[in-house]
T-cell receptor
């Protein structure tokens, strides 16, 4: 199947690090993505990682990929209140269909 | 960067009427666009793949006669919700991409049918 799973909720204090986890199913996915959605808005691409990489860092964001376990994580350093949003991991499964398959989304709440 | 404009941002309509939502790629050409539906506190579910110059490909369970998709140019796809009913109330989002490096999403349309 094409299930992408995430934990539903994460609460952290401002200044702490946040780690959002994702488990995907299609090991043939070439790219894996992290998107951010603020209330009532569309999705913003935060970062992506190529499947032959283990890690990618982009300013406060660090993506870790464990292909053996099909596990993807997003670490946000020095989390700010403006980071409060829903975070979706996504893949493009090798089904011939080019659309993204999204995880259930993790709601990140940052407390001052 | 790639920009996708979606209009309107929100619409309220009466049961039985039809509503058209537009999705435009502003600075690139998109032979393929995607339409998603999102229920409150849920993930995005793909409804259909819009193909320029040909018929859309609908996902299983999505009524093609109810959700009409037209992709008449390389920069515009429209989704028309025909004979809308309250259960069609939802957040609809389109996306388009220039390759494997992610897709750009519109800002979404919140449809409320009363």
């Amino acid at each position: 199947g094409e299930d992408v799973e995430q934990s539903l909720f994460l609460s952290v204090r401002e200044g702490d690090s946040s780690v959002i986890n994702c488990t995907y199913t299609d090991s043939s996915s070439t790219y894996l993505y992290w998107y951010k959605q603020e209330p009532g808005a569309g999705l913003q691409l935060l970062t992506y990682i190529f499947s032959n990489m283990d890690m990618k860092q982009d300013q406060r964001l660090t993506v870790l990929l464990n292909k053996k376990d099909k596990h993807l994580s997003l670490r946000i350093a020095d989390t700010q209140t403006g980071d409060s949003a829903i975070y979706f991991c996504a893949e493009i499964p090798d089904t011939g269909r080019r659309a993204l398959t999204f995880g259930s989304g993790t709601r990140l709440q940052v407390q001052p | 960067g790639a920009v996708v404009s979606q209009h309107p941002s929100w619409v309220i309509c009466k049961s039985g009427t039809s509503v058209k939502i537009e999705c435009r790629s502003l600075d690139f050409q998109a032979t393929t666009m995607f339409w998603y539906r999102q229920f409150p506190k849920q993930s995005l579910m793909l409804m259909a793949t819009s193909n320029e110059g040909s018929k859309a490909t609908y996902e299983q369970g999505v009524e093609k006669d109810k959700f009409l998709i037209n992709h008449a140019s390389l920069t515009l796809s429209t989704l028309t919700v025909t004979s809308a009913h309250p259960e069609d109330s939802s957040f609809y989002i389109c996306s388009a991409g220039q390759g494997a490096i992610g897709y750009t999403f519109g800002s979404g349309t919140r449809l409320t049918v009363v």
